[in-house]
């Protein structure tokens, strides 16, 4: 081979990969760069957990990673301890709090993006019980999560005509179905697609009674001295994800009623 062609053709190829590497260099930089957004939850399906592959996953972690990359912030989950929320948020070591989160009775709480989903606070019981309407937990004891809506719900007897005899308050839904299962408890009460979720995948006969505890608006809790513009692009952002479908093809995923998650149960056409 001629020197100068064979000199040319270790140059071209010395140009292409330096070429490939300062574009992976620049790319990774970029991803570095990127502003952080550590948002906090704790295990709850399907909305937060880990996978198989030890990955957070669920309907949140997907709709906040989309929602990150269309703001060009990179997201960063942590899993907390739901009833220390507050400390979480406060001391900043997190961001904000993301995990089917209720903002009802919570408006002046937080500083909120959203709402961008619905959902409804229901009791389930173990398919036998003799528990069909609220009427029927008058003097039975129920199981909750900490620091959650139906906590305080049944705690100040704010559900119309039921007046319960215990209250056990549990750190995590895993725990308040075991309670349930075993018949340490009554009935429980949640949310109805993290219930459901437990109801396909656990071993157990359970259902959930006629009635809605209460019908509520999931967001995202910011800080009340937050950066309103980060706040507000956020909820400019989840708007937009309604609105283009991609929150309603991740929530069937999970086989959601997706009617009622995006409207609440309005038909969209009104």
């Given amino acids: 081979m001629n020197i100068k062609l ?7 190829l010395i140009s292409v990969i330096f070429l490939f590497s300062g574009c992976a260099e620049n790319k990774k930089s970029e991803n570095s760069e990127l502003p952080a957004l550590t948002i906090g939850s704790d295990i709850y399906p399907p909305y937060f957990y ?3 592959s030890g990955n957070f996953a669920g309907i949140d972690v997907e709709i906040a990673t989309e929602a990150c990359k269309r703001l ?7 899993q907390i301890t739901w009833q220390n ?9 997190v961001d904000c709090l993301w995990g089917s989160f209720s903002m009802n ?4 709480d937080y500083t909120w993006a959203g709402p961008y989903l619905h959902s ?3 009791v389930v019981v173990n398919s036998s019980s003799g528990i069909h309407t609220f009427a029927d937990l008058n003097g039975k004891n129920i199981a909750v999560q900490n620091a959650s809506k139906p906590e305080k719900l049944f705690l100040t007897d704010s559900v119309d005509g039921v007046c319960v005899n215990k209250v056990y308050s549990f750190p995590s839904m895993t725990n308040v179905f075991a309670a349930l299962k075993k018949g340490y408890v009554d009935a429980a009460a949640g949310h109805e697609t993290a219930f459901r979720d437990y109801m396909r995948n656990i071993n157990g006969d359970f259902r959930i009674i006629d009635g ?5 608006e999931l967001g995202v809790a910011f800080k009340k001295d937050a950066d309103n513009k980060t706040v507000g692009e956020l909820s400019a952002v989840l708007d937009e994800m309604r609105c283009d479908g991609t ?7 999970y086989d959601i009623d997706a009617d009622y998650a995006l409207n609440g149960g309005l038909s969209s056409e009104k």
């Fill in 50 to 52: 880990m996978d198989d």
């Fill in 105 to 108: 009775g919570r408006e002046n």
């Fill in 6 to 12: 064979k000199n040319f053709t270790v140059f071209l």
């Fill in 72 to 78: 060009k912030i990179k997201p960063e989950f942590k």
């Fill in 85 to 93: 929320k507050d400390s979480f948020l406060d001391d900043g070591s």
């Fill in 212 to 216: 809605v505890l209460l019908a509520s």
């Fill in 247 to 253: 929150i309603k093809s991740i929530i069937e995923k």
């Fill in 120 to 122: 409804r606070q229901v």
